[in-house]
């Protein structure tokens, strides 16, 4: 009913304020053109009218047009990413037409992009109050991320890992702190659940996202919870201009690997398209991606260490402007994804010995209106929802009572209305989010009875795991305002959250209010200094952890929540130094920034017994002493000419429970102190590009069958790609090749057998792999 009642409020905020947004033709119009500082048509810039809704992007030549705008004085904006936005202010009488000529200077470092993550509006990233990292196609393309998931370790501060043998379960550590501490957000929606959440980082194709951007630290005041650690922003394909893009690769993972089967083929396809209306009211995009990966057994016991996995992924975004001042969007995936590992693929789940196998249906659906108001008060409305139907077996030695079905609903609805004074903005907003999980065991016919026939049974029957509801009401608030070079930001957000579990009766509410203040201080025009603390919040709910069961032929891993577990409360404390400058004919920018956390009443885990069965218990409980988390992240980016791009980034830190914990330790588990990463772009010449990608992940404690603590050798994961575009009238070809993990930098002490600890897994998610493959589009990066 919350959601009910919510919908139909911004329905009806919705239809009145188009009601109003009608418009007569003015056959006023812009046109023109944007170049580079050397004269040079760019192709594919965005040209807009601040503080509204209209925009168009110039076409292949360079050129753009704007009709029937209305009359009066405007301001004329153009930009493109790697350079810096110029703006032109122009008066428009009806039946005029004018032409505004834009040259763009470069932005070589990217200091004056845009990103909407920090405040929850759009905002220049080097006056932003808080440090925002964006993750670019471009660097997609350089580090051959087919995944979101494959693109997050080039991020300060940010590992992925890979967590299960059999199913490949992945998350991601923000900071060192596992992955149910960061937030993740779809166009700055909380709508990735945390049943989706379970392999979701491996879901989602990377041609579906426009760009990433990141935040370290707490985010809790205006997202609400479980961004302790941070927060990363999904933000989707948007149909900007008439756009086309298809390719296809295919990737040969264990090349030359001793001791492993034998290498497997992983195939994708993928397309991109979008249409836009003369006259930019109206416009659509739409995405597909297919891939298919064989199972790769390392270490050639005939169990895989990579899944066997299919995805078929479609979406689209359509947006309508009813004037001039307003907009509507809609957007929609769907996910089919199906994985399994463990052995005897060609059988069905329950005659394999081991089979840890998946299959997710996952709808999403959103709708957003903005309008703007005075000069620039802008008003953002949405509901978005997200279904999840996932089919599972968790089962060994061919049980017939490890099938499973989990059923789950979640929902955002909310209202922000941003307010813009001379030197200073208000944003205040309210949002509802909700969910509900069913989870069950299907039942199974009991062959062990002696009186078991297939014609009367007896049966087992279907079991309820866990059925949850889930509800957060909050409201939000920050005020931002500039004093000469210093700029504060003021936050805070109250949450309700009530959490219901039918299947084990239980209730639990609280209150929560999270504070956060930032400080940015200009030294100089090239040097910022950022300083900010926050408060944030865990609930007491089922994360994404729990929906996941490590499986073999010795026992089975469970995960519960102790009957007196309470919420989990973060204090988090950051400083930063951001510098970015042009040096001779170099650019340089460096950001040191330092960060730390205390956790009161901390999640942490405690090992039960295996039981007759061999099932073991992990039960999550509040560490009594907390713990802190702190450390430093580095990045560096280096552009020396225009044919060269470097950029780096490394992480010191500690992650530590104040007292002794999980096996007489105080150190988090798989977190190693010191990890990072490189990238390198270099142009040798016109239409050709080598790049190569690094990732260090340094040693870090690993448990191996509850009992034994082994510390891992240090990995560097080093890759390299070579690709070459052909340019065919108006469109691009692009051929391209390389290596991932090139010197084999791969864990080569996988447990083995029917009886091995899937959760025994660190290091590198791949080795040594092979991939090649072509693009065609007219807007190839």
């Not at 056959?27 to 050397?38: M, T």
């Not at 099932?615 to 430093?632: D, P």
């Not at 692009?734 to 864990?747: C, D, E, P, R, V």
């Amino acid at each position: 009913m919350n959601f009910l009642r919510s919908f139909l409020l911004i329905i009806t905020v919705l239809f009145l304020s188009i009601a109003q947004a009608q418009q007569k033709r003015s056959d006023a119009n812009i046109v023109g053109h944007v170049v580079d500082q050397n004269g040079n048509h760019i192709p594919f810039a965005n040209v807009s009218i601040v503080n509204t809704t209209i925009g168009t992007a110039t076409d292949e030549t360079g050129h753009y047009r704007l009709i029937n705008l209305p009359v009066g004085h405007h301001r004329v904006k153009a930009q493109f990413l790697g350079y810096k936005p110029q703006v032109v202010e122009v008066d428009l009488k009806a039946n005029d037409t004018k032409e505004i000529k834009f040259q763009l200077q470069e932005d070589v470092l990217g200091v004056e992009e845009v990103v909407v993550t920090a405040d929850r509006n759009e905002s220049n990233r080097q006056e932003s109050s808080t440090i925002v990292n964006t993750l670019t196609p471009k660097l997609f393309a350089t580090a051959q991320a087919v995944t979101l998931s494959d693109g997050l370790n080039f991020c300060p501060g940010l590992r992925m890992e890979s967590n299960c043998q059999n199913c490949g379960f992945s998350q991601v550590r923000m900071n060192g702190m596992e992955g149910p501490y960061s937030q993740i957000l779809i166009n700055s929606r909380p709508i990735f659940s945390g049943l989706a959440g379970v392999y979701g980082l491996e879901l989602i194709p990377s041609n579906m996202i426009e760009r990433i951007e990141v935040i370290r630290g707490g985010g809790s005041a205006l997202y609400g919870s479980n961004a302790i650690a941070g927060t990363i922003n999904l933000i989707l394909k948007d149909p900007i201009n008439n756009s086309y893009e298809f390719g296809t690769g295919n990737s040969i993972t264990g090349i030359g690997m001793d001791g492993a089967g034998d290498p497997s083929q992983d195939y994708t396809v993928n397309f991109n398209a979008s249409v836009v209306s003369n006259d930019n009211k109206t416009g659509m995009a739409v995405y597909g991606f297919f891939r298919d990966r064989e199972p790769f057994d390392a270490n050639n016991d005939s169990f895989s260490e990579l899944t066997e996995l299919k995805n078929t992924t479609f979406g689209g975004r359509i947006f309508h402007r009813f004037g001039t001042r307003d907009k509507l969007t809609a957007d929609f995936f769907n996910i089919k994804e199906s994985r399994r590992g463990g052995n005897k693929f060609d059988m069905p789940e329950h005659m394999a010995d081991i089979t840890e196998a998946v299959e997710h249906n996952i709808t999403t659906g959103a709708l957003a209106y903005d309008r703007f108001f005075g000069e620039a008060d802008k008003l953002s409305v949405y509901v978005s929802g997200q279904k999840v139907v996932r089919d599972s077996y968790y089962g060994a030695e061919q049980s017939l009572a490890d099938y499973g079905n989990t059923k789950d609903f979640s929902y955002t609805v909310g209202a922000q209305y941003n307010a813009v004074f001379r030197n200073s903005n208000l944003l205040v907003g309210i949002e509802d989010i909700g969910a509900r999980l069913k989870d069950k065991k299907l039942g199974y016919p009991d062959l062990e009875d002696p009186d078991f026939t297939v014609e009367n049974g007896p049966y087992v029957p279907n079991r309820m795991v866990a059925d949850q509801t889930t509800n957060t009401f909050g409201l939000f608030a920050q005020y931002e305002w500039d004093i000469n070079k210093l700029n504060i930001s003021v936050g805070s957000r109250f949450d309700r959250y009530t959490i219901e579990d039918e299947a084990e009766n239980t209730s639990t509410s609280g209150n929560v209010f999270s504070p956060r203040i930032t400080l940015k201080y200009d030294i100089l025009k090239s040097l910022q200094a950022r300083a900010s603390y926050s408060q944030g919040y865990r609930a007491p709910q089922i994360f994404d952890e729990d929906l996941h069961i490590e499986t073999s032929g010795a026992k089975k891993i469970l995960h519960e929540n102790a009957d007196d577990l309470t919420q989990e409360t973060s204090h988090s404390y950051m400083l930063s130094l951001d510098f970015n400058q042009q040096v001779g004919k170099a650019f340089l920018g460096v950001l040191v920034e330092g960060f730390y956390t205390q956790l009161d009443n901390a999640f942490a885990n405690e090992f039960g017994e295996p039981d007759e069965d061999g099932t073991v218990i992990y039960t999550r409980v509040n560490a009594e002493e907390g713990a802190v988390v702190k450390g430093i992240n580095i990045e560096a980016n280096l552009v020396p000419s225009d044919k060269w791009e470097l950029k780096g980034g490394f992480t010191l830190q500690s992650s530590e429970y104040e007292e002794v914990h999980e096996l007489n330790e105080t150190r988090f588990f798989r977190t190693p102190d010191t990890y990072g990463y490189f990238t390198i772009d270099w142009d040798p010449f016109k239409n050709f590009c080598v790049s190569s990608t690094g990732n260090y992940t340094g040693s870090m404690l690993v448990p191996y069958n509850e009992s034994v603590l082994r510390e891992s050798d240090p990995f560097f994961d080093f890759g390299m790609k070579l690709r070459y575009t052909f340019r065919i009238n108006g469109a691009k070809l692009q051929l391209y090749t390389g290596m991932k993990n090139i010197f084999n930098s791969y864990q080569d002490d996988f447990d083995s057998g029917v009886d091995r600890d899937p959760a025994y897994v660190y290091g590198p998610s791949l080795p040594r792999t092979l991939y090649f493959g072509i693009k065609l589009g007219n807007m190839l990066k």
